[in-house]
């Protein structure tokens, strides 16, 4: 039986928390749809037009949830179309409404704005935990007299830059590189360039997972490896460094 809160995938199953599984998930998706077609019923009703009552909108509102995934996976083998399956799917449980559904919208209109919705939701996690990782990391290090700065990109150049600007500002660095991991020669030459020592720290094991995934590119200029210990890694890296330091 194919469950609906959860979105399927070898990230989520490994990695992702129950709130990021349902964030992405078919019930959150198709939700989210019909929140903002009961939003748009909501603005051509307040525009005035005659069609589209309080009635029709309480009762959109009152199916947001409650959605029939076995109806609109019939209506998909039929109509080939996901947006149209949920709206015919929508209007079934909503037989009095059922004609002001998508009422002058485009596929764009449920596809984009959901797509949006859910980046926002899938953001607002990953920041909550970022920043309880950059407040854990910076009190570890104040309680071993020492600071911290953290820099984070999805832009190569700028990581390159951050490097290039080390030397003279940081005694160390610790680097969680991705998916620049597997490829990154620029980087790679960023590290070497500079007499800063770096250890490289990934959140998996990835040696545990897909075969390219266990070569790094990085790590021949690092001092060291950390991989598959979550979070802790980066206080484990932290502290070679300062246990050096004490040295």
């Not at 903002?36 to 037009?49: D, P």
């Amino acid at each position: 039986m194919t469950n609906y809160e959860t979105y399927e995938s070898p990230f989520c199953t490994r990695y992702a928390s129950e709130e990021m599984q349902f964030t992405f998930s078919a019930q959150k998706k198709f939700s989210t749809f019909r929140r903002l077609w009961v939003a748009l019923a909501r603005a051509e009703m307040k525009l005035g037009l005659e069609q589209v009552t309080q009635e029709k909108v309480d009762e959109l509102e009152a199916h947001i949830d409650d959605i029939d995934f076995a109806y609109a996976a019939e209506e998909e083998k039929k109509l080939r179309h996901d947006v149209m399956a949920h709206v015919h799917t929508f209007g079934y449980q909503c037989p009095k409404a059922a004609g002001i559904i998508h009422l002058g919208a485009t596929s764009c209109y449920v596809g984009d704005n959901t797509d949006v919705v859910i980046l926002r939701e899938a953001s607002r996690l990953t920041l909550k935990k970022c920043a309880q990782v950059v407040k854990n990391l910076a009190a570890f290090a104040e309680a071993h007299s020492s600071t911290v700065d953290f820099v984070q990109s999805n832009y190569e150049g700028a990581l390159i830059d951050a490097i290039h600007g080390a030397p003279g500002k940081y005694d160390a660095m610790v680097m969680n590189p991705g998916a620049f991991t597997h490829y990154s020669i620029a980087l790679l030459d960023a590290l070497k360039a500079v007499d800063v020592p770096c250890i490289e720290v990934h959140i998996s094991n990835i040696h545990q997972r897909e075969e390219f995934r266990h070569h790094s590119v990085t790590a021949a200029a690092c001092v060291g490896q950390i991989c598959g210990l979550g979070f802790y890694g980066y206080h484990a890296a932290m502290a070679y460094f300062l246990t050096q330091d004490a040295n």
